[in-house]
């Protein structure tokens, strides 16, 4: 479904160069669930960009479904972090979630009842005319949700999406994601800087080393299908992996120190 080979993004700066992302190859099958994570400053962001096609990689191809990516595809949609600025506050929630229908030229009652069950599948079917500013944070990001999910997009990309909202709030999202994702057999990549939520949430976890990035390793996640916050998290496995995750990332810091040392 998604095939990303030989990645490299160079940023260009007045202070020269910056390599954000080295090297990075992978493939995504469709109806999938795949996290990636990765320390701040990984290239996370950058990935995603590339990927979704708002970033042209200076090395390197991006392929959606045989296609390569050049500008950003109709099949894809992006749920960013920063769901405050990513929602227009004069429009309703109603509206919100329609506009890429609408902009698609999706007829009005096909709009309708997309709209209307996305909205459901977040379970904010009982607001569909209030404002997002009238909604909590938690709220938001589920309208921001509907909107990518009503659009029926072949691959759903997801950019730390749950950074900003609280404990509890976060574990409520992790699950609706993971039944979302049930529901309409969407491939899912999901970005976090959280090792918990990646094991938690994925069916496979791609490990980034620091920057400049490399995939540091592509991990199982062999847990049973039907998790739940309590006795998922609280699990031998979920352990285990967790702890092996956590290592990787180590073992990545500590090769790129070794580098440095060898520069000096
Ligand atoms: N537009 C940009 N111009 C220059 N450097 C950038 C730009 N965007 C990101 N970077 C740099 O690229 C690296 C990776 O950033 P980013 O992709 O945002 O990482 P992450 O999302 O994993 O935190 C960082 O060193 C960051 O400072
Ligand atoms: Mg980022």
């Given at each position: 479904?998604l095939?990303?080979?030989?990645?490299?993004?160079?940023?260009?700066?007045?202070?020269?160069?910056?390599?954000?992302?080295?090297?990075?190859?992978?493939?995504?099958?469709?109806?999938?669930?795949?996290?990636?994570?990765?320390?701040?400053?990984?290239?996370?962001?950058?990935l995603?960009?590339?990927?979704?096609?708002?970033?042209?990689?200076?090395?390197?191809?991006?392929?959606l479904?045989?296609?390569?990516?050049?500008?950003?595809?109709?099949?894809?949609?992006?749920?960013?972090?920063?769901?405050?600025?990513?929602?227009?506050?004069?429009?309703?929630?109603?509206?919100?979630?329609?506009?890429?229908?609408?902009?698609?030229?999706?007829?009005?009652?096909?709009?309708?009842?997309?709209?209307?069950?996305?909205?459901?599948?977040?379970?904010?079917?009982?607001?569909p005319?209030?404002?997002?500013w009238?909604?909590?944070?938690?709220?938001?990001?589920?309208?921001?949700?509907?909107?990518?999910?009503?659009?029926r997009?072949?691959?759903?990309?997801?950019?730390?999406?749950?950074?900003?909202?609280?404990?509890?709030?976060?574990?409520?999202?992790?699950?609706?994601?993971?039944?979302?994702?049930?529901?309409?057999?969407?491939?899912?990549?999901?970005?976090?800087?959280?090792?918990?939520?990646?094991?938690?949430?994925?069916?496979?976890?791609?490990?980034?080393?620091?920057s400049?990035?490399?995939?540091?390793?592509?991990?199982?996640?062999?847990?049973?299908?039907?998790?739940?916050?309590?006795?998922?998290?609280?699990?031998?496995r979920?352990?285990?992996?967790?702890?092996?995750?956590y290592?990787?990332?180590q073992?990545?810091?500590?090769k790129?120190?070794?580098?440095?040392?060898?520069?000096?």
């Amino acid at each position: 479904m998604l095939s990303v080979s030989g990645l490299k993004k160079v940023y260009q700066v007045d202070a020269g160069e910056i390599e954000a992302v080295r090297n990075l190859t992978f493939d995504i099958d469709a109806g999938e669930l795949v996290c990636i994570v990765g320390p701040s400053g990984a290239g996370k962001t950058t990935l995603l960009k590339c990927i979704s096609g708002l970033l042209a990689p200076t090395a390197g191809t991006v392929t959606l479904a045989g296609k390569q990516v050049t500008e950003p595809p109709k099949a894809m949609a992006v749920v960013f972090q920063e769901y405050g600025r990513s929602l227009f506050p004069w429009m309703t929630v109603r509206d919100n979630v329609e506009l890429p229908l609408k902009n698609q030229r999706v007829p009005r009652a096909e709009r309708e009842t997309l709209v209307n069950e996305a909205l459901a599948a977040v379970e904010l079917g009982h607001v569909p005319d209030s404002y997002p500013w009238q909604l909590s944070g938690g709220m938001q990001q589920r309208v921001a949700i509907a909107r990518a999910v009503a659009y029926r997009p072949q691959v759903l990309l997801m950019d730390e999406p749950f950074a900003a909202v609280d404990a509890q709030t976060r574990a409520d999202l992790e699950d609706l994601i993971r039944s979302i994702w049930k529901k309409l057999g969407v491939t899912i990549l999901f970005v976090t800087h959280d090792i918990d939520e990646s094991v938690y949430l994925g069916q496979r976890v791609i490990v980034l080393s620091n920057s400049p990035t490399v995939v540091q390793e592509d991990l199982a996640i062999d847990l049973p299908d039907e998790r739940d916050q309590l006795s998922t998290r609280s699990s031998a496995r979920f352990g285990e992996l967790r702890g092996h995750v956590y290592e990787q990332i180590q073992l990545a810091k500590s090769k790129a120190q070794t580098g440095a040392v060898r520069v000096k």
